[in-house]
Nanobody, 124 residues
Framework: QVQLVESGGGLVQAGNSLRLSCAAS????????MGWFRQAPGKEREFVAA????????AYADSVKGRFTISRDNDKNTMYLQMNSLQPEDTAVYYC?????????????????WGQGTQVTVSS
């Protein structure tokens, strides 16, 4: 059974940084692509970033490009999202997800397994 557990969320002031982690278990971590998504109150879940199985390929939403960095450590079965220069509009529940492919795009339907989410709140 695949399990994804996010951590690292919290309350920060605008301009500060946070690093989210996603710990995976239940299958061979390094075979599959992963992604981060977020959902703000009253809005649909949106793509944030994706990374390929061995980390050579990444993709970002335009809204976070240049501020967020996705990475993974396959030895630790963990994916990360370094978030810098946070803004109030980044406030959301952040979810990690994994697919059954080496790399998946921004489509939520491409991902098979999801974590429970971690809250990120950015105050102005």
């Amino acid at each position: 059974q695949v399990q994804l557990v996010e951590s690292g969320g919290g309350l920060v002031q605008a301009g500060n940084s946070l690093r989210l982690s996603c710990a995976a278990s239940g299958r061979t971590f390094g075979r599959y692509g992963m992604g981060w998504f977020r959902q703000a109150p009253g809005k649909e879940r949106e793509f944030v970033a994706a990374i390929s199985n061995v980390g050579r390929r990444t993709a970002y939403a335009d809204s976070v490009k240049g501020r967020f960095t996705i990475s993974r450590d396959n030895d630790k079965n963990t994916m990360y999202l370094q978030m810098n220069s946070l803004q109030p509009e980044d406030t959301a529940v952040y979810y990690c997800a994994t697919s059954n492919q080496a790399f998946s795009d921004s489509n939520t339907g491409s991902y098979n397994y999801w974590g429970q989410g971690t809250q990120v709140t950015v105050s102005s």
